[in-house]
């Protein structure tokens, strides 16, 4: 069973946007430093823990054969090119991907009709498809080879050993970091909701507040709010940084491919957004640095330490390896 407690918070700096425009990519600038930005570290926002909403089940899906994602492959779009990274089309149309620690890819289709999917993992040796029974609304992969999800009514699940296990609710995101905690951003009727974390079976509430996560292989956690602000923090310290720019999704880059990160920029009007890379002024920082747009679009990133994924516009579903040397 899960317990939960709670744990003083750290700063977290308050929010600026810098909003894109479909197709055209706008370049991200440079933002105000951390010290010129009203600090909100001492807001912690209230939200219920996972644990504090019953569990319930998984969502009982009939087994999906490959085809019902082969069978569905967009249009290649002009091939992605960015620097060093040379990305290939994989068979399906996704909504979210993700790769595990192991290279497996975890992608939610774009079916059914409404806002949890089905799941499907692919194994990038065979090219295969195998369909994990449910539906959700988001992924995070486990170093441990689990996965878990949550769905459209918050729910909070882990896939393992062929079975899930219902963990709570009232849950927005998740992210798992490279030893195993996980993250979860509660549902709390705002934009921005608080973040709880679970070491070892217990949950525990940290600073911040946030709408999406992203816990990386260098033991970092990066936070990105309703308004597009992204910050960072050590998992070991909960300590943030502003990051320059703004951004609706981030993966981050290990410190053996050069640190930094890859940003999904700003959409408007439903439409894509520009992919760019952030590379820090000094290692282990985001508080300075420079942006360089990479070419391309689309409306989703995820990645590992070795890989990233890249969905276009129409679902097209797009996979690189990162570079192992400071070569993007």
């Not at 644990?51 to 779009?77: E, F, G, I, K």
């Not at 992203?214 to 936070?223: C, G, K, N, R, T």
């Not at 940084?241 to 890859?262: K, Q």
């Not at 070795?306 to 070569?327: E, F």
Request: charged residues 10%; neutral net charge; aromatic residues 8%.
């Amino acid at each position: 069973m899960w317990i939960r407690r709670s744990i003083l918070p750290a700063a977290l700096a308050a929010v600026v946007t810098l909003a894109g425009c479909g197709r055209q990519q706008q370049p991200i600038v440079s933002m105000p430093s951390v010290a010129s930005m009203t600090e909100m570290g001492s807001q912690f926002p209230t939200g219920p823990a996972p644990d504090s909403v019953p569990a319930t089940a998984m969502v009982a899906t009939a087994l999906l054969p490959a085809s019902a994602m082969t069978s569905r492959t967009p249009t290649a779009r002009t091939t992605l090119a960015f620097g060093k990274l040379t990305f290939t089309q994989i068979p399906g149309i996704g909504s979210q991907a993700s790769f595990g620690p192991t290279g497996t890819l975890y992608v939610l289709s774009d079916q059914p009709y409404g806002p949890d999917k089905y799941i499907f993992a692919y194994d990038p040796q065979a090219k295969t498809y195998t369909n994990i029974p449910g539906l959700a609304s988001r992924l995070a992969p486990s170093p441990d080879g689990s996965l878990y999800a949550i769905n459209s009514a918050g729910g909070l699940f882990r896939y393992a050993n062929g079975s899930w296990a219902g963990l709570g609710g009232a849950s927005a995101d998740v992210a798992v970091d490279p030893n195993g905690a996980v993250y979860v951003i509660s549902k709390n009727g705002q934009p921005d909701g608080p973040i709880y974390r679970n070491v070892a079976g217990t949950w525990s509430q940290i600073a911040g507040a946030g709408a999406r996560l992203a816990a990386y292989p260098d033991s970092s956690l990066y936070v990105t709010t309703s308004g597009s602000a992204i910050y960072a923090t050590s998992t070991t310290a909960i300590a943030y940084e502003r990051c320059p720019g703004a951004a609706s999704r981030i993966v981050p880059i290990a410190a053996s491919a050069g640190g930094g990160f890859l940003a999904l920029g700003i959409a408007s009007y439903g439409g894509t957004a520009g992919i760019y890379q952030f590379s820090p002024q000094t290692p282990g920082s985001c508080a300075n640095g420079t942006y360089t747009a990479l070419g391309g679009d689309g409306i989703d990133l995820g990645g590992n330490a070795a890989n990233i994924a890249v969905l276009a516009t129409n679902g097209a579903i797009y996979t690189a390896p990162l570079p192992a040397a400071n070569a993007i």
